[in-house]
Nanobody
Framework: QVQVVESGGGLVQAGGSLRLSCAVSGRTFSSYAMGWFRQAPGKEREFVAA????????YYTDSVKGRFTISRDNTKNTVYLQMNSLKPEDTAVYYC?????????????????WGQGTQVTVSS
């Protein structure tokens, strides 16, 4: 049984930083891409960042480029999202998901196992 568990969310002031972690068990973690997504109240879930199986390729949505960094540690079966210079519009529930293949992609449909999400709230 695959388990995906996010942690690290919280309340932070605008301009602050948070690091999200996502631990995966029950799967060969190093064989698959990983992705971070977010969903704000009243909005659809959207892509934030993705990383390939090896960590060699990363992709970001335009609104977080230069502020967020996705990384992974295949020895710990964990993927991270370092979020700097946070803005109130970054407020959302952040979800981690395992990819269906090794390449990093943006499409939600290409991710199969999802965590429960962690709340990130940025105050102005």
């Amino acid at each position: 049984q695959v388990q995906v568990v996010e942690s690290g969310g919280g309340l932070v002031q605008a301009g602050g930083s948070l690091r999200l972690s996502c631990a995966v068990s029950g799967r060969t973690f190093s064989s698959y891409a990983m992705g971070w997504f977010r969903q704000a109240p009243g909005k659809e879930r959207e892509f934030v960042a993705a990383i390939s199986w090896s960590g060699g390729d990363t992709y970001y949505t335009d609104s977080v480029k230069g502020r967020f960094t996705i990384s992974r540690d295949n020895t710990k079966n964990t993927v991270y999202l370092q979020m700097n210079s946070l803005k109130p519009e970054d407020t959302a529930v952040y979800y981690c998901a395992t990819g269906r293949r090794f390449a990093a992609v943006r499409d939600l449909e290409e991710y199969d196992y999802w965590g429960q999400g962690t709340q990130v709230t940025v105050s102005s």
